[in-house]
């Protein structure tokens, strides 16, 4: 089985920190995803990357970048966190073409 | 037009009954197309994805695609009290070096009754 894990299930922030979130597979895959959902506006997209130090904006990167130094690990950064950056973030990765992608559990993420 | 649109719900259905999902999408050149389950502040779960027009089983699930009227759906046979989630709905919408852009619905919730 695929297994994403995300570091934290639960954090809480200050506003202006920076702020690190960690994505790590197990399945040698090539593509990773990091996503926020919202209530009444569902899953968007903010990054994602197709390989080691590859990354395309998704729908939403603004107040974001990430990191993908390792194939397994893709990290998303808040560069100074802000109250509208509450929400729920997910990870997810896939391999080959068409392959379903595979979310992590999750961070709850507090700008307080 | 919504990229992909689903009924919002909430959908109640008897326990032993059939749920159906649906969702429609917007882009004719979607080639694959996923269903997730997702319960209150978990993360989705994929439970069937489908390419081909037509039927594919796994146990009590079917996902059904039409490519001409742009139409997938899902049915939980026997649906059980378990099966009280959202359903999301997931297509792809354009690839980049392999890596598909997911477009998703904004969930069906379900409620089964026992």
């Known amino acids: 089985d695929v297994k994403v894990t995300q570091s934290s299930r639960y954090l809480v922030k200050r506003t202006g920190e920076k702020v690190f979130l960690e994505c790590v597979q197990d399945m040698d895959h090539e593509n990773m995803f990091w996503y926020r959902q919202d209530p009444g506006l569902g899953l968007r997209l903010i990054y994602f990357s197709y390989d080691v130090k590859m990354k395309e904006k998704g729908d939403i990167p603004e107040g974001y970048s990430v990191s993908r130094e390792k194939k397994e690990r893709f990290s998303l950064i808040l560069e100074s966190a802000s109250t509208n950056q509450t929400s729920m973030y997910l990870c997810a990765s896939t391999g080959a073409n068409n392959q379903p992608q595979h979310f992590g559990d999750g961070t709850r993420l507090s700008i307080l | 037009q919504k990229e992909v649109e689903q009924n919002s719900g909430p959908l109640s259905v008897p326990e032993g009954a059939i749920a159906s999902l649906n969702c429609t999408y917007s882009d004719r050149g979607s080639q694959s197309f996923f269903w997730y389950r997702q319960y209150s502040g978990k993360s989705p779960e994929l439970i069937m994805f489908?390419?081909?027009?037509g039927d594919k089983e796994d146990g009590r699930f079917t996902a059904q695609l039409n490519k001409a009227s742009q139409y997938v759906s899902l049915l939980i046979r026997d649906s059980q009290p378990s099966d009280s989630a959202t359903y999301l709905c997931?297509?792809?919408?354009?690839?980049?070096?392999?890596?598909?852009?997911?477009?998703f619905g904004q969930g069906t919730r379900l409620t089964i009754n026992p």
């Open positions: 997931a297509v792809t919408l354009w690839r980049v070096q392999g890596a598909q852009k997911l477009v």
């Open positions: 489908i390419y081909s027009n």
